[in-house]
């Protein structure tokens, strides 16, 4: 569904040119759950934000749907992540002084879907704490609230940074399978940036990232090997 050709980015430091991307290419597919390994300052993040229109390479395209969102206008790629995109963060990113049922509310209602704050909710496992502000709820719960908000409007991509960055191990397991839970929706990818290389093992696709290159793209669900054999 998203392809990325060739992507080159450079960041300017002073006099220096950092280039966190060196010409990377990968194929981003819907109903998969892609993890993008790699070490610290490997171009984990760069390459989520060109994925999710945040940022725009240096060279290179990000076709989505055969459309090249990297030469789209300001306003049209603004559209382009109101639209298509969900953002899970490590650290929740939520509003502190609006409570769970809010906090999905407003997103889905940038989307016009503000009815599925409730339901969202719901499927995360937090029916019961839709009226608790984010400082009465735990790490596990508040990324819970977070991926609800992602989700609630139905993106084609939901791009993690780090989710379970912030959680104990065992959290992090169930933030990993709540994630992958959304993954077998045939109309949304699910892409979680880590350094934490045992989520390969529940990964469909796997994308290892050093120095600002891709160093090996594996793709590991049983349908993907059956194409490959025909
Ligand atoms: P990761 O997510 O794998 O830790 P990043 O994508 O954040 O890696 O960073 C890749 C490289 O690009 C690092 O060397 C980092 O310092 C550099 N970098 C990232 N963002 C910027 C920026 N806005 N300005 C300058 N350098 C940056």
Do not use: W
Not at 118 to 132: F, H, I, N, Q, T
Request: glycine share 10%; net charge neutral; aromatic share 4%.
């Amino acid at each position: 569904m998203v392809s990325i050709r060739n992507i080159v980015k450079k960041y300017k430091s002073g006099s220096e040119e950092i280039a966190a991307l060196g010409g990377i290419s990968a194929e981003i597919r819907t109903g998969e759950f892609t993890v993008i390994l790699g070490p610290s300052g490997s171009g984990k993040s760069t390459m989520l934000n060109m994925l999710g229109g945040m940022d725009r390479p240096t060279s290179g395209q990000i076709l989505v749907g055969g459309e090249d969102i990297s030469e789209l206008s300001e306003k049209k790629l603004t559209d382009y992540r109101r639209k298509n995109v969900g953002f899970v963060f490590q650290f929740y990113n939520l509003v502190e002084n609006l409570t769970a049922y809010e906090n999905v509310g407003i997103a889905a209602d940038l989307n016009g879907n503000a009815g599925n704050a409730a339901d969202a909710l719901k499927d995360v496992g937090l029916e019961k704490r839709m009226k608790s502000f984010p400082n009465q709820l735990s790490g596990g719960e508040m990324q819970r609230v977070a991926i609800a908000r992602a989700v609630a409007k139905s993106p084609k991509l939901l791009l993690c940074d780090e989710p379970t960055g912030a959680l104990d191990v065992a959290t992090g397991e169930k933030i990993f399978a709540l994630l992958k839970k959304y993954s077998r929706n045939k109309d949304t990818a699910v892409v979680v940036v880590t350094h934490n290389p045992e989520v390969a093992k529940i990964a469909d696709h796997v994308i290892r990232l050093r120095d600002g290159m891709i160093v090996a793209d594996e793709t590991v669900n049983q349908q993907s090997i059956e194409q490959q054999a025909v």
